[in-house]
Protein backbone atom coordinates (compact mmCIF):
# COMPACT_ATOMS: atom_id res chain seq x y z
CA UNK A 1 0.00 0.00 0.00
CA UNK A 2 1.53 3.15 -0.88
CA UNK A 3 0.23 6.89 -0.06
CA UNK A 4 -0.03 9.33 -3.04
CA UNK A 5 -1.82 12.73 -3.06
CA UNK A 6 -4.96 13.78 -4.85
CA UNK A 7 -6.00 17.09 -3.29
CA UNK A 8 -5.78 15.05 0.12
CA UNK A 9 -3.87 11.64 1.16
CA UNK A 10 -5.91 8.79 -1.15
CA UNK A 11 -4.37 5.47 -0.41
CA UNK A 12 -4.08 2.91 -2.93
CA UNK A 13 -2.95 0.01 -2.36
CA UNK A 14 -2.92 -3.41 -4.90
CA UNK A 15 -1.70 -6.93 -4.65
CA UNK A 16 1.83 -7.02 -6.07
CA UNK A 17 3.23 -3.45 -4.59
CA UNK A 18 3.55 0.06 -5.89
CA UNK A 19 0.79 0.09 -8.99
CA UNK A 20 -0.75 3.59 -10.37
CA UNK A 21 -4.40 4.29 -10.04
CA UNK A 22 -6.91 1.84 -11.83
CA UNK A 23 -7.77 3.66 -15.42
CA UNK A 24 -11.13 4.79 -15.40
CA UNK A 25 -13.91 2.49 -16.41
CA UNK A 26 -14.20 0.69 -13.30
CA UNK A 27 -16.08 -2.27 -11.71
CA UNK A 28 -16.67 -0.46 -8.17
CA UNK A 29 -17.49 -1.77 -4.83
CA UNK A 30 -18.83 0.58 -2.21
CA UNK A 31 -17.43 -0.15 1.89
CA UNK A 32 -19.67 2.10 3.15
CA UNK A 33 -22.98 3.84 3.06
CA UNK A 34 -21.67 7.94 3.00
CA UNK A 35 -18.89 6.31 0.00
CA UNK A 36 -22.03 4.91 -1.86
CA UNK A 37 -23.51 8.41 -1.70
CA UNK A 38 -20.24 10.23 -2.78
CA UNK A 39 -20.11 7.60 -5.70
CA UNK A 40 -23.79 8.43 -6.85
CA UNK A 41 -23.07 11.89 -6.56
CA UNK A 42 -19.42 12.04 -8.78
CA UNK A 43 -21.45 10.21 -11.44
CA UNK A 44 -19.71 6.73 -10.47
CA UNK A 45 -23.70 5.03 -10.53
CA UNK A 46 -23.04 2.90 -13.57
CA UNK A 47 -20.03 1.49 -12.38
CA UNK A 48 -21.00 0.70 -9.42
CA UNK A 49 -21.51 -3.28 -8.52
CA UNK A 50 -22.12 -3.77 -5.32
CA UNK A 51 -22.36 -1.81 -1.54
CA UNK A 52 -22.25 -2.17 1.90
CA UNK A 53 -25.43 -2.71 4.01
CA UNK A 54 -27.09 0.31 4.89
CA UNK A 55 -26.26 1.70 1.58
CA UNK A 56 -29.96 3.03 1.51
CA UNK A 57 -29.26 6.56 -0.45
CA UNK A 58 -30.08 7.53 -3.08
CA UNK A 59 -33.12 5.12 -3.55
CA UNK A 60 -31.58 2.86 -6.63
CA UNK A 61 -28.59 2.12 -4.28
CA UNK A 62 -31.02 -0.05 -2.71
CA UNK A 63 -30.94 -2.51 -5.32
CA UNK A 64 -27.49 -3.43 -5.69
CA UNK A 65 -25.99 -6.39 -4.64
CA UNK A 66 -24.67 -6.16 -1.03
CA UNK A 67 -21.21 -7.44 -0.14
CA UNK A 68 -21.80 -6.78 3.93
CA UNK A 69 -20.83 -4.22 6.67
CA UNK A 70 -17.84 -2.35 7.35
CA UNK A 71 -16.63 -4.71 9.86
CA UNK A 72 -18.25 -8.45 8.26
CA UNK A 73 -17.59 -8.37 4.49
CA UNK A 74 -18.16 -11.56 1.85
CA UNK A 75 -14.97 -11.84 0.53
CA UNK A 76 -16.29 -14.77 -1.64
CA UNK A 77 -18.92 -12.89 -3.08
CA UNK A 78 -16.63 -9.82 -3.92
CA UNK A 79 -14.31 -12.23 -5.65
CA UNK A 80 -17.62 -13.32 -7.64
CA UNK A 81 -18.21 -9.85 -8.66
CA UNK A 82 -14.48 -9.34 -10.13
CA UNK A 83 -14.37 -5.68 -8.85
CA UNK A 84 -11.80 -3.83 -10.58
CA UNK A 85 -10.98 -1.36 -7.38
CA UNK A 86 -12.84 -1.14 -3.70
CA UNK A 87 -13.27 2.23 -2.42
CA UNK A 88 -13.19 2.44 1.40
CA UNK A 89 -13.82 5.37 4.31
CA UNK A 90 -10.27 5.94 5.73
CA UNK A 91 -11.86 6.90 9.46
CA UNK A 92 -14.50 4.13 9.48
CA UNK A 93 -13.07 0.86 7.75
CA UNK A 94 -10.91 -1.40 9.55
CA UNK A 95 -7.09 -1.20 8.28
CA UNK A 96 -7.39 -5.20 8.05
CA UNK A 97 -10.61 -5.14 5.80
CA UNK A 98 -8.53 -2.87 3.11
CA UNK A 99 -5.58 -5.06 3.78
CA UNK A 100 -7.59 -8.13 2.93
CA UNK A 101 -8.95 -6.85 -0.19
CA UNK A 102 -5.31 -5.91 -1.02
CA UNK A 103 -4.39 -9.61 -0.49
CA UNK A 104 -7.05 -10.26 -2.81
CA UNK A 105 -5.88 -8.44 -5.59
CA UNK A 106 -8.18 -5.59 -5.39
CA UNK A 107 -6.88 -2.20 -5.68
CA UNK A 108 -8.16 -0.30 -3.15
CA UNK A 109 -9.14 4.04 -2.72
CA UNK A 110 -9.30 5.17 0.52
CA UNK A 111 -11.67 8.19 1.36
CA UNK A 112 -10.90 10.54 4.38
CA UNK A 113 -13.98 12.33 5.32
CA UNK A 114 -12.67 14.39 8.61
CA UNK A 115 -13.89 17.93 7.73
CA UNK A 116 -16.23 19.54 5.14
CA UNK A 117 -13.75 20.24 2.46
CA UNK A 118 -13.28 16.52 2.18
CA UNK A 119 -16.29 15.83 1.50
CA UNK A 120 -15.89 18.03 -1.85
CA UNK A 121 -12.05 16.62 -2.39
CA UNK A 122 -14.01 12.92 -1.70
CA UNK A 123 -16.41 14.24 -4.91
CA UNK A 124 -13.24 15.10 -6.93
CA UNK A 125 -11.37 12.10 -6.17
CA UNK A 126 -14.36 9.70 -7.28
CA UNK A 127 -14.70 11.06 -10.60
CA UNK A 128 -10.85 11.55 -11.36
CA UNK A 129 -11.33 7.20 -10.83
CA UNK A 130 -14.51 6.78 -12.41
CA UNK A 131 -13.66 9.01 -15.40
CA UNK A 132 -16.60 11.25 -14.23
CA UNK A 133 -14.59 14.35 -13.52
CA UNK A 134 -17.42 17.14 -15.08
CA UNK A 135 -20.32 15.54 -12.90
CA UNK A 136 -18.12 15.26 -10.09
CA UNK A 137 -16.90 18.81 -10.28
CA UNK A 138 -19.98 20.44 -10.68
CA UNK A 139 -20.99 18.25 -7.69
CA UNK A 140 -18.33 19.76 -5.68
CA UNK A 141 -18.86 23.08 -6.81
CA UNK A 142 -22.43 22.89 -5.70
CA UNK A 143 -21.63 21.25 -2.32
CA UNK A 144 -19.16 24.04 -1.51
CA UNK A 145 -21.55 26.77 -2.21
CA UNK A 146 -23.70 25.51 0.00
CA UNK A 147 -21.22 25.37 3.31
CA UNK A 148 -19.87 28.82 2.02
CA UNK A 149 -23.93 30.03 2.00
CA UNK A 150 -24.63 28.94 5.54
CA UNK A 151 -20.84 29.67 6.80
CA UNK A 152 -21.62 33.61 5.90
CA UNK A 153 -25.59 33.73 6.60
CA UNK A 154 -24.53 32.41 10.50
CA UNK A 155 -20.72 34.11 10.94
CA UNK A 156 -21.84 36.95 12.83
CA UNK A 157 -24.44 34.95 14.70
CA UNK A 158 -23.96 35.29 19.23
CA UNK A 159 -22.07 32.50 20.53
CA UNK A 160 -24.43 29.38 21.92
CA UNK A 161 -23.32 26.78 23.87
CA UNK A 162 -23.89 23.12 22.61
CA UNK A 163 -23.74 19.94 24.13
CA UNK A 164 -23.82 17.06 21.00
CA UNK A 165 -25.35 14.17 21.81
CA UNK A 166 -24.10 10.58 20.49
CA UNK A 167 -25.85 8.40 22.76
CA UNK A 168 -27.00 8.64 26.18
CA UNK A 169 -26.30 5.03 27.62
CA UNK A 170 -23.13 5.98 28.42
CA UNK A 171 -23.43 9.29 27.30
CA UNK A 172 -21.27 9.94 24.64
CA UNK A 173 -20.34 12.62 22.87
CA UNK A 174 -17.57 14.58 20.18
CA UNK A 175 -14.53 16.33 20.69
CA UNK A 176 -13.35 19.47 18.54
CA UNK A 177 -11.68 17.47 15.68
CA UNK A 178 -14.87 15.84 14.84
CA UNK A 179 -16.89 16.83 11.84
CA UNK A 180 -20.15 17.43 13.60
CA UNK A 181 -18.09 19.79 15.64
CA UNK A 182 -17.51 21.73 12.50
CA UNK A 183 -20.62 22.18 11.69
CA UNK A 184 -22.34 23.37 15.13
CA UNK A 185 -19.31 25.86 14.88
CA UNK A 186 -20.45 26.92 11.01
CA UNK A 187 -23.67 27.90 12.90
CA UNK A 188 -22.22 29.76 15.52
CA UNK A 189 -22.31 27.19 17.78
CA UNK A 190 -19.61 26.03 20.42
CA UNK A 191 -19.40 22.54 21.44
CA UNK A 192 -18.74 22.36 25.09
CA UNK A 193 -16.34 19.40 24.80
CA UNK A 194 -13.95 21.03 21.85
CA UNK A 195 -11.33 21.00 23.95
CA UNK A 196 -11.48 17.25 24.00
CA UNK A 197 -8.52 15.88 21.99
CA UNK A 198 -10.02 12.64 20.59
CA UNK A 199 -12.55 12.70 17.83
CA UNK A 200 -15.53 10.81 19.98
CA UNK A 201 -15.54 10.04 23.80
CA UNK A 202 -17.97 9.15 26.26
CA UNK A 203 -18.36 11.64 29.42
CA UNK A 204 -19.89 11.84 32.56
CA UNK A 205 -23.16 13.54 33.55
CA UNK A 206 -21.55 15.99 35.89
CA UNK A 207 -19.38 17.25 33.12
CA UNK A 208 -21.99 18.12 31.08
CA UNK A 209 -24.06 19.58 33.99
CA UNK A 210 -20.81 21.57 34.96
CA UNK A 211 -20.26 22.89 31.11
CA UNK A 212 -23.73 24.10 31.01
CA UNK A 213 -25.13 24.48 27.29
CA UNK A 214 -27.39 26.44 26.36
CA UNK A 215 -28.79 23.67 23.64
CA UNK A 216 -28.35 19.91 22.88
CA UNK A 217 -28.37 18.32 19.47
CA UNK A 218 -29.25 14.65 19.87
CA UNK A 219 -28.34 12.15 17.05
CA UNK A 220 -29.44 9.39 19.45
CA UNK A 221 -32.78 7.58 18.51
CA UNK A 222 -35.78 8.19 20.19
CA UNK A 223 -36.45 11.64 21.65
CA UNK A 224 -33.75 12.97 23.82
CA UNK A 225 -36.25 15.42 25.99
CA UNK A 226 -37.10 12.13 27.76
CA UNK A 227 -33.54 12.01 28.78
CA UNK A 228 -32.63 15.78 29.97
CA UNK A 229 -36.36 16.75 31.38
CA UNK A 230 -35.57 15.62 34.79
CA UNK A 231 -32.70 18.72 34.47
CA UNK A 232 -34.77 22.07 34.74
CA UNK A 233 -31.87 23.67 36.29
CA UNK A 234 -29.82 23.41 32.84
CA UNK A 235 -30.25 26.12 30.49
CA UNK A 236 -30.78 23.95 27.53
CA UNK A 237 -33.78 22.18 29.11
CA UNK A 238 -35.37 24.71 31.00
CA UNK A 239 -35.53 27.01 27.50
CA UNK A 240 -36.65 23.89 25.95
CA UNK A 241 -33.24 23.57 23.49
CA UNK A 242 -32.86 19.90 23.26
CA UNK A 243 -32.98 19.10 19.82
CA UNK A 244 -33.19 15.63 17.84
CA UNK A 245 -30.82 16.23 15.32
CA UNK A 246 -30.78 14.96 12.03
CA UNK A 247 -28.39 11.71 12.21
CA UNK A 248 -28.43 10.45 9.00
CA UNK A 249 -27.67 13.75 7.51
CA UNK A 250 -24.59 14.06 10.04
CA UNK A 251 -23.10 10.56 10.36
CA UNK A 252 -23.01 10.35 6.51
CA UNK A 253 -20.36 12.51 5.71
CA UNK A 254 -21.52 13.29 1.97
CA UNK A 255 -23.32 16.35 0.01
CA UNK A 256 -26.30 15.74 2.27
CA UNK A 257 -24.25 17.57 4.77
CA UNK A 258 -25.44 20.82 3.59
CA UNK A 259 -28.93 19.48 4.61
CA UNK A 260 -27.88 18.36 7.62
CA UNK A 261 -25.88 21.64 8.54
CA UNK A 262 -28.89 23.53 7.36
CA UNK A 263 -31.13 22.11 9.95
CA UNK A 264 -28.62 22.79 12.25
CA UNK A 265 -28.15 25.59 12.42
CA UNK A 266 -31.92 26.50 12.35
CA UNK A 267 -32.38 24.89 15.42
CA UNK A 268 -29.76 26.81 17.24
CA UNK A 269 -31.24 29.57 15.74
CA UNK A 270 -34.41 28.30 17.55
CA UNK A 271 -32.37 27.75 20.82
CA UNK A 272 -31.01 31.72 20.37
CA UNK A 273 -34.49 33.19 20.42
CA UNK A 274 -35.82 30.62 23.29
CA UNK A 275 -32.70 31.79 25.24
CA UNK A 276 -33.95 35.79 25.18
CA UNK A 277 -37.42 35.30 25.72
Known sequence: MRWC??????????????????????RIISVAPNLTELLYAAGAAEQLVAVSEYSDYPEAARALPRIG??????????????????????????????ARLDALGIPVVSI?????????????????????DDVAARAAAEYRAGIAELRERYR?????????????????TVGGSHLMSEIVELCGGQNVFADAAAPALPVDLESVL?????AILSTDDGDPREYWVRFDGLAAVATGSVYRA?????????????????????????????SVQ
Open 5 to 26: CTGLVLVLAACGGDQPPPPPGQ
Open 69 to 98: DAFRLDYERIVELAPTVAVVWATGTPPEVA
Open 112 to 132: PTRNLEDVAVALETLGELAGT
Open 156 to 172: ARAPLRVFIQIDDAPLF
Open 210 to 214: ARAPQ
Open 246 to 274: PADLLARPSPRLVAGATEVCAQLDDARAR
